[in-house]
Each structure stands twice: as structure tokens, then as C-alpha cells.
């Protein structure tokens, strides 16, 4: 069964500073891996996704993240953050019926 | 990308009464709908996965009675909270998959408070 675990559930950084949300993945088959943002009562945003092509996947907003196989992580980063990034995280893994299984979430904070 | 639509965005509804949530691809026909809950503070969890034309397949916990979801078209799935009760409340969300796609595109989700 697939699942995903993400470390921390709270994240804090300057206007300016790296962004790093760690993702790990567990799955029995070559994953479909996706990082979702989800604003204060609003749905979900895909940020990028993983489907077996390159490994180092560009998203929107500035936004990556690398698929390591052998560390099974699939964290996001940002080089430099933006008021406008703070909200709600999930990374997630694609089920076997196409669903998506998630992560907790990690809510990040951007201080000025 | 493709856009799903769901309403209403919210929802206050008297204890034991149904409420029911649409949710519609606009641009794409939706072989599968997805339906999750998400409850304050906490992650999104599948509640049911419905194909265009069957029956929607509950995830263990979830209450087929209480929670009717119906996918008759390939633009519409709706899902209807009966006898709704406070500990229902919740952020609903859909998502929709067409045929042979990767990704699911999400609604905007339905905020439903039960008074």
C-alpha cells in the first residue's frame, strides 16, 4: 500500500529564505508523487508532479522538487519565499484506483 | 488545466436534514470522482470513489447510507449528507479523472457546518 509521511507539520522562514518541505513516500510500485497547496478554505492547487519522467520536476510559483528513489523523499523547495507562499502543504501519492493518499500537511509560515 | 466545479462553497444546514454537494467537470468528461473530507487542523481522506454509471465504492468507516453519492453523467457527481448531524461538519472535496489521465483536478471544496 502506498503512503506518504511528511516531516513537520509546521514550518517557519524569512521573506527571502529557502523553502524545504520534506516528503517521504512508501509504495510497492514506481509512484505517481504530487505536491498540492490548499489556501484557508479553498480547495487544493497542484504545484507539480512526479510521473516517472525527469526527476527534478518544476512547478508553479517557483516551486520543485526531486524524486530520489534511493532516500524514497520527494521534497519540495523554493529558493527564496514569498508572503504570498504561506498556506497548507500536502504532498501525496497516487492510489491504486487513482485516488490520491496524503499527507498530513505542513503549514508554512513566512515571517517578514 | 481542466476545471471542476463544486457547490456551494458553503453550506449551514439544521441537524438532520440533507444537504447535497455537486461537483462538475467542466471541460472534461470524468470517468471517476473522487470524494474526501477533510476535518479542521487535519489531512484530506478519501471517503468514496464513484465511476461514471456504477456504484461509488466506500473507503471502510464510511457510512453508504449516510452519505449518497451518485455519478449518473460524465460532467456530475453529487454527494448528498443525510440526517446530518454536528460531527458531519466538515470541508467536503471532490476531485475528477478523465480517461487515461494522471491527474485529478479538484473543486474548490464545500464548507458544510450542521447546527
Known amino acids: 500500500a502506498q503512503s506518504v509521511t511528511q516531516l513537520g507539520s509546521h514550518v517557519s522562514v524569512s521573506e527571502g529564505a529557502l523553502v524545504l518541505l520534506r516528503c517521504n513516500y512508501s509504495?510497492?510500485?514506481?509512484?505517481?508523487l504530487f505536491w498540492y497547496v490548499q489556501y484557508p478554505n479553498q480547495g487544493l492547487q497542484l504545484l507539480l508532479k512526479?510521473?516517472?519522467?525527469?526527476?527534478l520536476v518544476k512547478g508553479i510559483n517557483g516551486f520543485e522538487a526531486e524524486f530520489k528513489k534511493s532516500e524514497t523523499s520527494f521534497h519540495l523547495t523554493k529558493p527564496s519565499a514569498h508572503m504570498s507562499d504561506a498556506a497548507e502543504y500536502f504532498c501525496?501519492?497516487?492510489?491504486?484506483?487513482?485516488?490520491?493518499?496524503f499527507g498530513k500537511g505542513t503549514k508554512l509560515s513566512v515571517k517578514p | 488545466g481542466a476545471v471542476v466545479s463544486q457547490h456551494p462553497s458553503r453550506v449551514i444546514c439544521k441537524s438532520g436534514t440533507s444537504v447535497k454537494i455537486e461537483c462538475r467537470s467542466l471541460?472534461?468528461?470524468?470517468?471517476?470522482m473522487f470524494w474526501y473530507r477533510q476535518f479542521p487542523k487535519q489531512s484530506l481522506m478519501l471517503m468514496a470513489t464513484?465511476?461514471?454509471?456504477?456504484?461509488?465504492?466506500?473507503e471502510q468507516g464510511v457510512e453508504k447510507d449516510k452519505f449518497l453519492i451518485n455519478h449518473a453523467s460524465l460532467t456530475l457527481s453529487t454527494l448528498t449528507v443525510t440526517s446530518a448531524h454536528p460531527e458531519d461538519s466538515s470541508f467536503y472535496i471532490c476531485?475528477?479523472?478523465?480517461?487515461?489521465?494522471?491527474?485529478?483536478?479538484f473543486g474548490q471544496g464545500t464548507r458544510l457546518t450542521v447546527v
Open positions: 476531485s475528477a479523472r478523465g480517461l487515461h489521465v494522471t491527474e485529478a483536478f
Open positions: 509504495s510497492s510500485v514506481p509512484p505517481y
Open positions: 512526479y510521473t516517472s519522467a525527469a526527476t
Open positions: 501525496a501519492v497516487a492510489g491504486s484506483q487513482g485516488n490520491l493518499i
Open positions: 471541460d472534461f468528461q470524468a470517468t471517476t
Open positions: 464513484s465511476n461514471e454509471g456504477s456504484k461509488a465504492t466506500y
